[in-house]
């Protein structure tokens, strides 16, 4: 069941010091106020986290709220050379670098509070972007369990960026579009103005197994 999976690596990430349940509660809080200006969002309105802490374990420390709420959905994005990029829009969001690392299926080979395919594919982005994770001003991450969100932003040495603005996958997360959402959400902030850098994450497998890094930035 991938919330007993997903609890395990909770729990690892708890035991190692990068987060607790309260700040997991504190990533759902945010998470959901964040969606109310998201009209994308599946989910909207933050309950506040002293009442999300009350909840009831499903898979502990995991609680119903910790984990995204599946919907249906879709996702398009429009790739376009140069020329076309700069006529459809004033600031086109460029991709500078994608690289995809993937760790063993089984949960119990790895240290699940080591995200090795995640660091890998961060470090390789990095070289071919020219900047890295901790340069970025907005970052969008496929985090469909609360904890994920802090256990990605320790391992791409995320520092003062905005970690899913958009709400994130805790707000909606429709089935095999999340990840592309998060390409899409990252390369709207640059569009909007709102980022000149941007790192987007999908993921995919047991216990964030697969982890793809997308670093985009907008016109010298």
């Given at each position: 069941h991938r919330h007993a999976i997903a609890g395990l690596q909770a729990a690892a990430t708890i035991e190692a010091g990068i987060t607790t349940e309260r700040e997991m509660a504190d990533v759902v809080n945010q998470s959901l106020t964040d969606a109310?200006?998201?009209?994308?969002a599946l989910?909207?309105?933050?309950?506040?986290v002293e009442a999300l802490l009350e909840e009831p374990y499903i898979a502990s420390p995991l609680r119903q709220h910790d984990t995204a709420p599946v919907g249906d959905g879709a996702a398009v994005l429009i790739l376009a050379t140069d020329q076309v990029a700069r006529r459809l829009t004033r600031r086109p969001a460029w991709i500078r670098a994608i690289d995809h690392r993937m760790d063993t299926h089984y949960p119990g080979s790895?240290?699940?509070?080591?995200?090795?395919?995640?660091?890998?594919?961060?470090?390789?982005?990095?070289?071919?972007?020219?900047?890295?994770?901790?340069?970025v001003e907005v970052a969008e991450l496929h985090?469909?369990?609360s904890y994920a969100e802090p256990l990605l932003t320790t391992t791409f040495g995320i520092e003062?960026?905005?970690?899913?603005?958009s709400g994130g996958p805790l707000a909606g997360a429709p089935a095999t579009a999340t990840g592309l959402i998060r390409i899409g959400e990252a390369a709207r902030a640059i569009m909007q103005g709102r980022a000149i850098r941007a790192l987007a994450h999908a993921t995919n497998g047991p216990a964030l197994q697969h982890n793809l890094v997308c670093l985009m930035e907008t016109s010298a």
């Open positions: 109310l200006s998201n009209p994308f989910k909207a309105g933050a309950p506040g790895r240290d699940l509070a080591v995200l090795e395919s995640a660091r890998i594919a961060a470090e390789k982005a990095a070289i071919m972007a020219g900047f890295s994770a901790s340069q985090s469909e369990y003062n960026a905005l970690v899913n603005p």
